[in-house]
């Protein structure tokens, strides 16, 4: 079992930043990946980032803006979110995964809004 707890979301302009953290707990020895992904209303779940086995991804949206780290623990995650836009709003969930299980936290809100 893995558990996963989100913070840093928030209200922010366009334009503005956000760091979101993701602290994990458990059996966190067996993760493969780990990352964030996010959820917009009436749009489907997306990767936003990730470390994967074979490397780290990026949604094709942020790259360039968004960047994903890992604190020194290696049991927290982190996105710094630059140059944020609009579309960028969604509730933001951190995922963890080792196959064949997958664990999210429960998401954290950010708003991109003027």
């Known amino acids: 079992q893995v558990q996963l707890v989100e913070s840093g979301g928030g209200l922010v302009h366009p334009g503005g930043s956000l760091r979101l953290s993701c602290v994990a707990s458990?059996?966190?020895?067996?993760?493969?990946?780990m990352g964030w992904y996010r959820q917009a209303p009436g749009k489907q779940r997306e990767l936003v980032a990730a470390f994967t086995s074979v490397g780290t991804n990026y949604a094709d949206s942020v790259r360039g803006r968004f960047t994903i780290s890992r604190g020194n623990a290696k049991n927290t995650v982190y996105l710094q979110m630059n140059s944020l836009k609009p579309e960028d709003t969604a509730v933001y969930y951190c995922n963890a995964k080792y196959f064949p299980y997958s664990y999210w936290g429960q998401g954290t809100q950010v708003t991109v809004s003027s």
């Open positions: 458990g059996t966190i020895g067996s993760i493969n990946d």
